[in-house]
């Protein structure tokens, strides 16, 4: 399966500023998994995104997946600190079914 | 309780040396991976083990082994360290075979550094 690509690589804001991040493939998307890790942390799933079109809401985070299933969205709406991480997002598909990730979209807040 | 915990969390060695990371994970899952991430951040996939049969195995120099004695362990052998296995190995877990539906459980990784 080919990878799926995520933009931008690197996302500086002021909090309460809003930010998002991209994930792109050029094939069709069974599902789409988003994780976030924090500095020194481990990725934690935050959502799975199956259907076209669909929009799932987890508090100031919104996320969208493509009505052609070849692209996904993560929305923050006002950035807080809190919020620093890496987000990745991550397709089915590999060679024996496995999870691919992203690169991630590396986010800093400046307070 | 942690659900997937691995150790060490830490691991200093010197090239040329024999280490292994130990993994457990307590969900009950099936399906049991071995990912590394480098200084990119980059999250890519080493082995895969359900039930204790390996079914991915990447492009990984064989001087890596990973060993599942039972389906809550999976345990990863690398010999002859080299300088570029400097990495954070993540374990992780998840209910059935890694289709990409189900949604992966990581543990709290091992960051290795090779002198």
């Known amino acids: 399966g080919q990878q799926v690509m995520q933009i931008p690589q690197y996302q500086h804001v002021q909090e309460g500023e809003d930010f998002t991040t991209y994930c792109n493939s050029s094939?069709?998307?069974?599902?789409i998994q988003w994780y976030k890790q924090r500095p020194g942390g481990h990725p934690v799933f935050l959502i799975q995104?199956?259907?076209?079109?669909e929009v799932k809401k987890q508090k100031r985070l919104t996320f969208q997946f493509g009505e052609a299933k070849k692209n996904s969205s993560l929305h923050i709406t006002a950035t807080q600190t809190t919020d620093v991480g890496t987000y990745f997002c991550?397709?089915?598909?590999?060679?024996?079914?496995?999870?691919?990730f992203g690169k991630g979209t590396k986010l800093s807040v400046k307070p | 309780d942690t659900a997937v915990s691995q150790t060490p969390k830490y691991l200093v060695t010197q090239m040329g040396n024999d280490k292994s990371i130990k993994c457990e994970q307590n969900?009950?899952?099936?399906?049991m991976y071995w990912y590394k991430q480098d200084s990119k951040k980059f999250l890519k996939i080493m082995f895969s083990?359900?039930?204790?049969?390996?079914?991915i195995n990447e492009t990984v120099p064989n001087r890596f082994s990973p060993k599942s004695p039972d389906k809550a362990h999976l345990n990863l052998h690398i010999n002859s360290l080299e300088l570029g296995d400097s990495a954070v190995y993540f374990c992780?877990?998840?209910?059935?075979?890694?289709?990409?539906?189900?949604?992966?459980?990581f543990g709290s990784g091992t960051q290795l550094s090779v002198l």
């Open positions: 992780a877990s998840s209910l059935n075979t890694g289709t990409g539906g189900e949604k992966l459980f």
């Open positions: 094939t069709t998307l069974s599902n």
């Open positions: 995104l199956v259907k076209s079109g």
């Open positions: 991550a397709r089915g598909g590999g060679s024996q079914g496995n999870l691919i």
């Open positions: 969900l009950g899952h099936d399906t």
């Open positions: 083990y359900n039930n204790k049969e390996l079914i």
